[in-house]
């Protein structure tokens, strides 16, 4: 999700021209009398590039809803300032066994939900059960296979889902048995779709749960007032029954869905916005402004080859327009025009700045570049793939082109059929631009011939990147199937799974063979967002997994 945080993580989908233009400040230019009244206030007003696709912490997938539910659902952690976790539900760290297997939550006693309700270890034990429960849908319970015990046999209708790893030992008291000892457990621990769910409400609202703010209770720092499931606008009210409520400032934050960047930017000069994420026309505009912030994220955008749609063979079944494809467009070009934002070229699936080397310390971007070729821009290659492809698949070749419709996207998309239909003769590359809850739509039904798309971190380890083209994971959505790629993986879930080394080098080979070998995506960039915003907004801290950002601590001064 993340941000997908991921994202995710969304998170945990994301895709190109999904950016938060999420935080604080208005105009640079803001009299003193506006700054008074907001200092009085506490109130933001930011911009969101997509609607809220679910506030069901199980079925969320998307950056904009984990981002939502990161201020109002509060799990065991949280994330603070630069990406520290600080304990959220939990009372105190846990107790752990010997084995690094058991893990052991004292709750706070003073943690409620909005309807007055304790959160009770049941929460947390109900809402998990829920999301690995095969009659649910959730494409993020993945997420659990490997790691809560026997979560991969519920999953496959093996067991019962009362047979999952969480206790309620009792009210206050939470259990979690690990399948494994998992080095970035709290990145879990603090993930959306392991936040808790109170039973006797969601069974209370039936079908309804989660449909709109009313349909919701809340434990997090702030309520969601106002949405209607499918509008353009919500609320952030402050929750004055979160345990750590003395300490929230802001009293509200007001959410707009602006998809235009020259609306965005209109707003934020009328100052009738707080921030204002730049496209590529404007970041140009602004390079120079001292209110404008560069935030690197963890955050890969790419191509999707879908081998299979409707029950037959798409085009991209074939590895030779695949790997044509991926070499046939200038993604620095693409950067640097398009995006213009400090969004840098990207290669490879998992981005710069996740993980090290458990033994050098070097990033892993590295070490996979030492150890294989990565497929870019070449366009001699690219034609020489394409010649291979049209002897099996035609001369004339149309593929469909799934993007959302945003400014950002259709332009995006725009470089991408001029590229391609330029340096691969005979291919026609026809544009899909939908609003976003339509593409998330498409997408979980294989319903696309290719697609930009991306995927940003939802916790610290290239697992986060890696697990989602597994064969049969819910998240891909491909037709991809690859046997050693599957191996790889599991091996380390299970047998290397306590070797740091080993679980490094399996990665760099499965990254290779998802990339390089059989083409089943083709990385575009690694995400920057370039904002305006009032350095009157403090403390909003921004996250390079998980979600895109957190107002627990964000105040006006």
Known sequence: MKKLKVSAVMAIVLIVGLVLAACGGGNSSSDSKDSAKKDKEQTINLLESAQIATMDTVMSTDVVSGTAMDQVIEGLYSLGKDDKFELGV??????ISKDNKTYTFKLRDDAKWSNGDDVTANDFVFAWRKAVNPDTGAQYAYMFDGVIENASDIMTKKKGVDTLGVKAVDDKTLEVQLERPITYIKSLFAFVTFKPQNEKFVKEQGKNYAKTSENLIYNGPFTLKDWDGNGDTWEYVKNDKYWGAKDVKLKNAKINVVKQPSTGINL???????????????????????????????????????????????????????KAIAQAFNKEAYAKQILANGSVAADQQVPEGLAANPKTGEDFTKSAAAANKYLTYNVEAAQKEWKEAQKEIGDKVTIELLSDDTDNAKSSSQYMKDQLEKNLPGLTLSLKNVPFNNRVDLDSK????????????????????????????????????????????????????????????????????????????????????????????????????????????????
């Not at 994220?297 to 080859?305: C, G, I, M, R, T």
């Not at 994971?473 to 690859?482: E, H, L, Q, T, V």
């Open 268 to 322: 934020y000069t009328k100052g009738e916005a707080d921030a204002v994420n730049l496209s590529a026309e404007y970041a140009k505009q602004y390079a120079k402004d001292k209110n404008r912030i560069s935030v690197p994220q963890a955050s890969v955008f790419y191509l999707k080859f879908n081998q299979k749609r409707d029950g037959k063979e798409t085009p991209l079944a074939n590895e030779h327009a695949r």
């Open 90 to 95: 939990a009372a105190e760290e846990p107790t």
């Open 446 to 557: 294989s319903n696309f011939d290719m697609e930009l798309s991306g995927w940003g971190a939802d916790y610290q380890d290239p697992m986060t990147f890696l697990d989602l083209y597994v064969t049969g994971g819910s998240n891909a959505n491909i037709n991809y199937s690859n046997k050693e790629y599957d191996a790889l993986i599991n091996a380390n879930k299970t047998t290397d799974a306590a070797d740091p080394q080993k679980r490094w080098e399996n990665f760099i080979k499965a990254q290779d063979i998802l990339i390089n070998q059989d083409a089943a995506i083709a990385p575009i960039y690694q995400r920057s967002l370039s904002i305006l915003q009032n350095p009157a907004i403090k403390d909003m801290y921004r996250h390079n997994f998980g979600s895109d950002y957190s107002l627990k601590a964000a105040y006006i001064k």
